[in-house]
């Protein structure tokens, strides 16, 4: 063993791969436990069916998630904006632990009624979702095919400002 260089501390991984970073172009980088997520003002979306868009097929009848609206998160974090009108060239990618990513744009969470029902959840049909179960889930609740932006074990918000 190196004593010069002593070896890390365990990883608390459940700890570490249920929190969610926001990173990027924000004002305050944040890191979000389940619990740190359930302390934001909560909101509840309807049921709705799970389809897979690659195969059409019906994945399952989802009950009603309760987590906090993902503008709420943004808000909380501040978007950073160098230059006059920067939020307007916006995205938002939310990638999963496994590296699934979905996009979002600024104009959609903010500007239609889409960014109503982005959720990141951590219950579900009243019962608290655990790492194992998926937590956090993120879904676009106005989404014609929910399953692609449904993402299980959302680790990170990256906020980025397109080239023009
Ligand atoms: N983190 C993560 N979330 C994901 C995916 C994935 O590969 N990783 N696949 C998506 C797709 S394409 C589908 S169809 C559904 C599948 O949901 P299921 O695995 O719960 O059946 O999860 C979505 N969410
Ligand atoms: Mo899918």
């Known amino acids: 063993m190196d004593l010069a260089h002593p070896t890390a501390p365990p990883a608390h991984a459940a700890d570490a791969s249920a929190t969610l970073r926001l990173t990027g172009s924000v004002l305050r980088p944040l890191t979000l436990s389940l619990d740190a997520l359930r302390a934001y003002p909560a909101v509840t979306s309807a049921p709705f069916d799970l389809r897979c868009y690659t195969t059409q097929r019906f994945i399952r009848t989802i009950e009603p998630y309760r987590g906090v609206l993902l503008t709420e998160l943004l808000g909380d974090a501040g978007l950073r904006c160098e230059a ?48 194992e179960d998926g937590a956090p889930v993120l879904f676009s609740g106005a989404d014609l095919v929910p399953a692609p932006r449904h993402v299980k074990r959302l680790a990170r918000i990256d906020v980025r400002v397109l080239a023009p």
């Open 84 to 131: 006059h009108g920067d939020f307007k060239r916006m995205v938002f990618v939310a990638s999963g632990h496994d590296g699934y990513a979905v996009p979002f744009t600024w104009h959609e969470l903010f500007n239609t009624p889409v960014g109503k029902q982005v959720i990141v959840a951590y219950e579900c049909g009243g019962a608290p979702l655990a790492e």
